[in-house]
């Protein structure tokens, strides 16, 4: 567990950690202590998308929070940046985070070529996503036919039906 003081010397002041070490499949617990009055804070990371899910949170801290960062059993050994933001911005302070590989059992030097990483795969979009998109094709093709402004309309709000269903999936 890594701890985060905020106000502690002052308003709006951020105390991180230099650097947390984690493994893959096991996660950042974040335990953040407030020693003054209650304040918004925003976690932050912009280059965590090959180790975590996590992007971007806002909390409101009382006292003490937990805020847990999982780590991809997938994720090999790297490092990520974590932003720690008060004062709307103010004050920003920033710790690594250290990816390392797991701890295997010692048995001895084994010459072991690095395994090959797994290809990337896109899911495929649900049917809830892929309908709107189909309808809204369907409805240009017969707006390019008959020119009928109606069917342009009825094209780019299917169209923007089916960002919004991608949108909440995301966010889910």
Do not use: C
């Not at 002052?10 to 096991?26: L, M, Y």
């Not at 892929?130 to 409805?139: F, K, Q, R, S």
């Amino acid at each position: 567990m890594s701890e985060i003081h905020l106000n502690r010397r002052g308003i709006n002041t951020i105390e991180v950690p230099e650097k947390v070490e984690v493994a893959p499949g096991s996660e950042v617990l974040l335990r953040i202590i407030n020693h003054g009055s209650p304040l918004h804070i925003t976690l932050a990371s912009a280059n965590s998308s090959p180790y975590t899910g996590f992007f971007h949170e806002n909390l409101y801290v009382g006292e003490i929070e937990e805020f847990p960062i999982p780590i991809r059993e997938s994720a090999y050994p790297g490092v990520f940046d974590v932003e720690v933001i008060a004062g709307y911005g103010a004050r920003k302070a920033t710790f690594r985070v250290v990816v390392r590989e797991p701890a295997g059992p010692e048995t001895g030097p084994v010459a072991v070529s690095p395994p090959a990483p797994a290809p990337a795969t896109t899911p495929r979009p649900p049917a809830t996503v892929l309908a709107p998109v189909g309808a809204a094709l369907i409805l240009y093709a017969l707006w390019l036919a008959y020119r009928i402004d109606l069917l342009n309309a009825a094209a780019f709000a299917a169209l923007l039906l089916g960002v919004i269903l991608t949108w909440l999936r995301q966010r889910s």
